[in-house]
Antibody
C-alpha cells in the first residue's frame, strides 16, 4: 500500500526557510509517470497548489510562490522535499504532500496526513 | 494563470437531496479537472478525475460532468457522510489551481 508521510519543523521564524520532507513507501519517487506535489491550506482557508516534480528533475511551481519555492527528490531515501524561502506569517498553513498516479492525470489520488507549520518569532 | 471559481460557497441541504456544485475556469481546460471532498482535520479525498471519471472506491452517487470552462459535481441522494467541503482543481496547464471550495452543510 502506497503511503506518504510529511516531516519537518512545526515552527519557523519569519524570513527563515521552511523545509519539509515527504517520505514515500510502497512506490518509488523515481517513477517518472507520477507528479510528486505539495499543497498547502492556511487555517480556515482553501487549498493552494504549491508545485510538483516529475521525472526526478522537472518542476513546475505556482507563479505566486515560484521565486521562493524549490521542490527536489532524493532517490536514495525515496523522499521528495519542499523548500520555501523568506517565510512570513502568511505562509502559516497545513502542508500536504500528494501524488498523481497515471490514469488520474493531475488528480491527486494519494495524500499525506498533512503537517502544520507556523511562522512566528 | 487559469482561475477556478466555484459556486455556491456554501450550500445547505438535507439527507436524500440531489446536490449540484459548479466550477468555472477562466479559460478552457478541456476535461482536465478533478473534484475532491475534504472533512475537517483530514486530507482531501479524490472523487472525480478527468471531469467525469469516478475514482476507485468512491460511491456512484457522485458524478461529474462538463468540459471547456464549465463543470459540475452532482451528489445524487446526499448521505450524512457527504457533509463536507468540496474543491475542484484544474490540471490543464503547467500551473495547476484549486477552486475556493464549497461547503455542504445541513
Amino acid at each position: 500500500q502506497v503511503q506518504l508521510q510529511e516531516s519537518g519543523p512545526g515552527l519557523v521564524k519569519p524570513l527563515e526557510t521552511l523545509s519539509l520532507t515527504c517520505t514515500v513507501s510502497g512506490d518509488s519517487v523515481s517513477s517518472g509517470s507520477c507528479y510528486w506535489s505539495w499543497v498547502r491550506q492556511s487555517p480556515g482557508k482553501g487549498l493552494e497548489w504549491i508545485g510538483y516534480i516529475y521525472y526526478i528533475r522537472s518542476t513546475n511551481y505556482n507563479p505566486s510562490l515560484e521565486s521562493r519555492v524549490t521542490i527536489s527528490v532524493d532517490t536514495s531515501k525515496n523522499q521528495f522535499s519542499l523548500r520555501l524561502d523568506s517565510v512570513t506569517a502568511a505562509d502559516t498553513a497545513v502542508y500536504y504532500c500528494a501524488t498523481s498516479h497515471p490514469g488520474t492525470g493531475g488528480g491527486f489520488d494519494l495524500w499525506g496526513q498533512g503537517t502544520l507549520v507556523t511562522v512566528s518569532s | 494563470d487559469i482561475q477556478m471559481t466555484q459556486s455556491p460557497s456554501t450550500l445547505s441541504a438535507s439527507v436524500g437531496d440531489r446536490v449540484t456544485i459548479t466550477c468555472r475556469a477562466s479559460q478552457s481546460i478541456g476535461t482536465w479537472l478533478a473534484w475532491y471532498q475534504q472533512k475537517p482535520g483530514k486530507a482531501p479525498k479524490l472523487l472525480i478525475y478527468q471531469a467525469s471519471s469516478l475514482q476507485s472506491g468512491v460511491p456512484s452517487r457522485f458524478s461529474g460532468s462538463g468540459s471547456g470552462t464549465d463543470f459540475t459535481l452532482t451528489i445524487s441522494g446526499l448521505q450524512p457522510d457527504d457533509f463536507a467541503t468540496y474543491y475542484c482543481q484544474q490540471y490543464n496547464t503547467y500551473s495547476w489551481a484549486f477552486g475556493q471550495g464549497t461547503k455542504v452543510e445541513i
